[in-house]
C-alpha cells in the first residue's frame, strides 16, 4: 500500500491545531466509519454472487481491509497514549507549564496527522464516487506476460509461477471496469512534486515533451521511452509510477484487450504551474489518463453531521452497490449462444429440484454437485441472471448432442425439460407463457416471467461458412481450428462469426482458445478471439451411473 505520510503531515501543517484527543478522537471515528462501509460492501458480494468457493477473489479486498483495519490500532494505540498524557498532567495540575508532556503531546500530533488513513480515505472514496464494476483493491500486476493469465477477465490461479519480481511489477489501487480499467491514487501535492523536480534536476523544454510524446504515440505500444530494464533514480515517481502501470497494463489481457491505465491526483492542480503541466502532459502522452483537483472529505477537519454518524447504522443503502458491484452481465449481447455443457445444466434435475437425496449409484461427481447446489442453487444465482430477457440460440450440433446424453441416461423430467427448453415434441408449437406454465410444474425454484422460450437452433456452418467467406475472422482463425473438436468448432466459432456472447462450463477449451489467440498476437494489439462467458460449475444428469465417467 502507497504511503502518503509526508505529504499528509506537510498538509495538515497549515489547520489549525487541536489537541492529539480531539484529533485522535476524530480519526478513530472516521476510520470505523470506512471500515464499516468495507464491510458492508463484502457482505454485498457475499449475497449476491454464487462463487462461493472464490468469493474471496471475486472483489479482491482483503490487503484495503487489512490496512485499514491496521490503521484503526494504531489510533487506538495513540489514544491510549493521549489518555494516559491526558492523566499524567490532571496530575499535576492545569497550572503546571510541563515542556516534556507538551513535546510528547506534539509527537502524537504529528503522527497522528501522518496516518496513511487520509490515503486510504481517497482510494475508497473514488472507488464509491467514481469507479463501476470494482473487481480489486490493492492488487499487484507483473509485466512478464507469463505472470498475468487471464481467462473472461478473471486472473487464472492455476498457472501462477512460483516467483515474482516485484521490481517488474505495478500496484494498482483500483481495478474496476469489470477489470478492464486500473486506477492509481496519487496524494502528491503541487509543492512535493516541484520539490522533487527540482531534486532530481528535472527538466523538458516544450521541444522534448512534444517530440517524446510523439515518439510514444507513434509506437502503438510496442515500446516505452525509458527502458524497462533500467532503473532511473533521477525520475519523478509520479511519472514512474505511470510507466510501471502501462508496462503491466501491456502484460495483461482481459477479454483480448490491455486494461485501460488512469491516475487521479487529488491535490495537484491543471493550468498554474507550466512544469507541472509539462509533466501531466507527458504522462499522457504514454496513454495514462490523469484527473487532478478531485474533492475528497478531508478527515482533519471537523465536519459535525459526519461525526454524528454511527457507523454502526450503515446499511447497503448507503453504498452506491448498483454501480460499485461487479456486473459480469454488463456487455452481454440480446442473443446469446449456449453450449451444450449449460443446455444440460438447464434441464437438469439437479438444477431444478431441492433436496435431492444422495444415492449410493450416484457418481462421486454427482453428490459433490448435489452438495453444492443445496448451498447455492445454480438456476437462481447464475444462469438465470445470465440469460433472462435474453434471445437464447443452440447450434444444431449441440442440440444433437445434449438430446443424445438426456435420451441416453436422462430421467423422464429431464427429457420433458429437454422438450421445452426447445420447443420439441409434445412442447412444438406452443408459445412461450405455455412453455414457461410446463416448465414451473417440473421446477422447484421460480422460473423468471423474461426467460425466452423455446430456444432456437441454429445452423452454425452456415453462418461460420458465410463469415469465412467475407473474411470476417482474423487469420490466426487458423490455429483456432486446429484445436477445436467438431461440437466446439460449431459453438465456438458461431458465436464468434455472429458477434454474439457465448456461454459455456468448459474452462478447458476457452484456455485453448484464449492461449492460441494470445501466442499468435504478434504485435496485433487490436486482435480479439470469440466473445465468451464462463460458468464456473455445470451441473450433470442425475442418471449417471456411478462408474461412468462425469
Not at 2 to 12: C, G, I, L, Q
Not at 81 to 100: M, S
Not at 396 to 420: F, L, S
Not at 456 to 462: F, R, T
Amino acid at each position: 500500500m502507497e504511503n502518503n505520510t509526508n505529504d499528509e503531515a506537510r498538509d495538515a501543517s497549515s489547520t489549525t491545531r487541536i489537541s492529539a484527543t480531539t484529533l485522535s478522537s476524530r480519526l478513530i471515528h472516521h476510520c470505523r466509519f470506512l471500515l464499516a462501509e468495507i464491510d458492508i460492501f463484502q457482505n454485498a458480494i457475499a449475497s449476491r454472487f454464487r462463487r462461493h468457493q472464490q468469493q474471496q477473489h471475486l472483489v479482491e479486498m482483503r490487503l484495503l481491509r487489512s490496512n485499514v483495519a491496521s490503521e484503526l490500532r494504531t489510533l487506538e494505540r495513540l489514544a491510549a497514549d493521549t489518555q494516559a498524557l491526558v492523566n499524567e498532567r490532571a496530575k499535576k495540575g492545569d497550572n503546571d507549564d510541563d515542556a516534556d508532556l507538551e513535546m510528547r503531546e506534539g509527537r502524537i500530533i504529528h503522527t497522528l496527522r501522518s496516518s496513511n488513513l487520509s490515503f486510504l480515505t481517497a482510494v475508497w472514496t473514488i472507488a464509491k464516487e467514481r469507479c463501476s464494476g470494482v473487481v480489486a483493491f490493492s492488487k499487484r500486476f507483473y509485466w512478464d506476460k507469463d505472470e498475468n493469465k487471464v481467462v473472461d477477465g478473471k486472473e487464472d490461479r492455476q498457472a501462477k509461477p512460483p516467483n515474482k519480481d516485484k521490481k517488474k511489477s505495478a500496484f494498482v489501487d483500483i481495478v474496476y471496469g469489470n477489470g478492464e480499467d486500473w486506477l492509481k491514487v496519487s496524494t502528491v501535492n503541487q509543492s512535493r512534486l516541484l520539490f522533487e523536480m527540482a531534486e532530481k534536476g528535472w527538466e523538458m523544454d516544450s521541444d522534448e515533451e512534444e517530440d517524446e510524446a510523439s515518439s510514444t504515440r507513434n509506437d502503438q505500444g510496442k515500446e516505452l521511452p525509458i527502458n524497462q530494464d533500467e532503473e532511473d533514480e533521477d525520475q519523478l515517481e509520479l511519472i514512474t509510477m505511470a510507466l510501471d502501470m502501462i508496462r503491466a497494463s501491456r502484460a495483461t489481457r482481459v477479454r483480448y484487450r490491455n486494461p485501460r491505465v488512469h491516475i487521479m491526483a487529488p491535490k495537484l492542480e491543471e493550468g498554474k504551474v507550466p512544469e507541472i503541466d509539462r509533466v501531466l502532459n507527458t504522462i499522457r502522452s504514454y496513454g495514462v489518463t490523469i484527473e487532478c483537483k478531485i474533492q475528497i472529505r478531508d478527515i482533519f477537519t471537523e465536519d459535525k453531521i459526519y461525526e454524528t454518524c454511527d457507523p454502526n447504522s450503515i446499511t447497503e443503502n448507503d453504498l452506491p452497490l448498483s454501480t460499485m458491484l461487479p456486473n459480469p452481465f454488463e456487455k452481454f449481447t440480446h442473443v446469446i449462444n449456449v453450449d451444450c455443457t449449460l443446455l444440460l445444466a438447464l434441464v437438469s434435475d439437479l438444477s431444478h429440484v431441492q433436496n435431492i437425496e444422495p444415492s449410493p449409484n450416484f457418481h462421486r461427481a454427482i453428490i459433490r454437485q448435489i452438495e453444492v447446489e443445496d448451498e447455492l442453487p445454480l438456476l437462481t444465482t447464475e444462469l438465470w441472471p445470465a440469460v433472462v430477457g435474453r434471445q437464447l440460440v443452440c447450434t444444431q450440433e449441440a442440440a444433437k448432442r445434449m438430446k443424445e446424453i438426456v435420451y441416453t441416461i436422462g430421467t423422464e423430467t429431464e427429457r420433458k425439460r429437454t422438450a421445452i427448453l426447445l420447443g420439441e415434441g409434445d412442447m412444438e408449437g406452443l408459445d412461450k407463457d405455455t412453455l414457461l406454465g410446463e416448465l414451473r410444474k417440473l421446477s422447484d425454484h421460480s422460473v423468471p416471467e423474461k426467460l425466452i422460450l423455446p430456444m432456437k437452433v441454429v445452423d452454425a456452418h452456415a453462418e461460420i461458412g458465410a463469415a469465412m467467406k467475407q473474411n470476417k475472422f482474423p487469420p490466426v482463425i487458423s490455429k483456432v481450428t486446429e484445436i477445436l473438436t467438431d461440437i466446439n468448432y460449431s459453438v465456438f466459432l458461431y458465436g464468434w462469426a455472429s458477434d454474439i456472447v457465448t456461454i459455456s462450463s468448459n474452462k478447458t477449451v476457452v484456455r485453448q482458445i484464449e492461449a492460441t489467440i494470445e501466442d499468435n498476437r504478434g504485435y496485433d494489439n487490436t486482435l480479439e478471439g470469440p466473445k465468451i462467458w464462463i460458468c464456473d460449475t455445470a451441473r450433470s444428469l442425475i442418471g449417471k451411473e456411478k462408474h461412468r465417467k462425469p
